[in-house]
């Protein structure tokens, strides 16, 4: 028995819950169980999902299975992990309490919240039924499945202002998920598509990429900027910055004021992060985010834990890091160590420091951009270093080998593999463009 | 212009619609593409379905999009072929007409109906909620989703008798379907789950068969049914047979007059044809199927014919087709080349002769029978034949190189790769017993 402060109050092992198991929550996870450390993982899903790939499951390039590892798989040998499959709806700070949606409790003396963030409409959420974010599976398939579906309705209409209705495509947020899923969307109508209709030619396709701000990818330097929207461009898709979208309805959107008929907008714009902070007692900024400490803990509650997308962090050249993956996994990974060497040794938790790796973004199969630092990289030798990042921090092996092999055999043929239109995903089966307003979003 | 009896009122050249791409349906488009004549195929899926794989997608082992393709995508080179996303509602034999559930109509001179069959409860459809069948994508996810989360829920409750509920599944019908289904969750039980639960130990999971009849795999030789009982009983895998199911409830069966709690059911046990034959004025068998000539006409009306599942088909011995994937298959390459003749030259319909090329299931991972006439295989060179055919019928080439690699890799390793939840599946997230009643089977 010591006197650490995370002694619990059930025994000497403090009782550990890990809620989330994303990129944070799951290094967290795999670092205690390495040590032997007991820890709870509760997540509402039963996979780990790699998001940053989520846009190629939307656009039919993948399957959905491609991305997604069963957390107990990954978390098999780590023996003193428990995993939940479960959704927490609330937290109560006095109690040291997780509030599981079905009623039960989970009682913690350390807490470590990295639930991830969702997508934000900016007060907006009526506009989330009409158009789909792309933070689950769940929004990818139901993407997937109303693009492809656009497609099919055009060809059965006959009337060329319909068709043109259903082929114009509004991606939303000039960030890289919009600028991928634009360039990726483009691809699929000029190439995959392309000899498969009868009555429409899909390389006439609209696709709009709509951006509040004065560029794309403002988390990149403007030089890289400007490449993406040329790229963007050389594919097709009309690129709007500066103008502001005003209203989205299902048939319609309104930009600027000027009102553009569509078959499908896409919210990529604007994420928040989970309200399952909200009973903590403490301030959240515009984001939903909560500020921590260098050492990760939610500044004003003492046992809890903040990492990746709901953590407020800003460095010591006071820079607030961004809601990036290898952010996420950072934190994760230094949390973990930090933890395991505190209960072990009882030395005081570090603070984190952050390493950037290099952003990356791809624009179609033969651009991309990655930058380090002074140093940009762009095109071709861009697209490379993407993939070869994007495959290797993959979770699992077998995962790796395969969506290497679907990259390559569609970077060679332009077909694609997982084309599925789900009835589940649309209001039934195809029916005509009244039923559209029905659309309702899973989640 | 010549006085053929197809001659179309509206031209030259017939309208033929074609109603289903699954095995029969998308035999004939091919091949009346590939002659360059006109056609139309309207289908309520936007992809063709390898249905003898989807036990597998049911138990995890491959993904949806391994054994679906889009039916655009393999009739893309066909240009006189026009596919159509739509669901068959009726038809119309004196106007000829077929009627879209939009409410839209296509007229027809040929009318080929090829659309497959469905679970049939025997007159308990209430049943379908409860036990899922297994016929579509959405069949196979939903048993999966609940196939896994019945684990899930074992893991959290602390009831050993709840959770002995929750770790029995029942397979209602010992044909393939059953017997690939049940040997299949055995070994997700056995081996892939094995070490990933913490409180729940998988390998006690309780897997049930329950046929009906004397034996299982009735369209095999008795030694065949013998060796598959035998093999599925090693897997630990209970054979119930000559026992009939009462009642199937969401949390229990009733069995020969047993009560069984169960965490899952799913129906193997019958089959119907699409109900789309009612409207033709023609007698309809227990099964739901219409009598064809040899030719594969619908008896009593002139230019419809009937392939694959719906048929009731005697060939010249006696003996009823059964159905088969490679029945339809043959019907379809047949139909379609002597349609091709008989618009080409005026020759009249040929009759069908089917030609077997053995049956084929396996039994886990090292068991499978092959029977073609006097020729049985058993055991792993079984399970050999069994892999290649599989493989081989596959529609396109990137899903037969994608399919093997799965399979070698979850030979190698019992790995399964596609243990997705799917929220859309379950009621809502995970709650406890009482809302399984709740559980709605999309179709």
Known sequence: MTDAPYQSSSGSQPRIVIVGAGFAGLEVAKTLGKAGIAATVIDRRNHHLFQPLLYQVATADISATDIAEPIRKILKRQKSIQVIFGEVTSIDPQRKLVHLSEGSDFPYDILVLAPGSRASYFGHDEWATVAPGLKTLEDA??????????????????????????????????????????????????????QEFRNIEPKKTRIMLVEAGPRLLAGFSPKVSDYAKRALERLGVEVSLGKAVEKIMADHVVIAGESIPAGLTVWAAGVSASPLTANLGVGRDRMGRVEVAPTLQVIGCPDVYALGDIARFTDDKGNLLPGLAQVAKQQGQHFGEALVKKLQTGTELPPFVYRSRGNTAIIGRHAGVFEAGETTLKGWFAWVAWAFIHVYLLVGFQHRVQVSLQWLWRYLTYDRGARLISSEQLPQLPHGRADRADLSRPE
């Open 141 to 194: 398939r139901t993407i997937r499945s109303r693009l492809l579906w656009a497609f099919e309705q055009a060809e059965r209409s006959t009337d060329p202002e319909e068709q043109r209705r259903l082929m114009t495509f509004i991606v939303i947020g000039g960030g890289p998920t919009g600028v991928e899923l634009a360039g990726s969307i483009a691809e699929l109508a000029l190439h995959t598509l392309a």
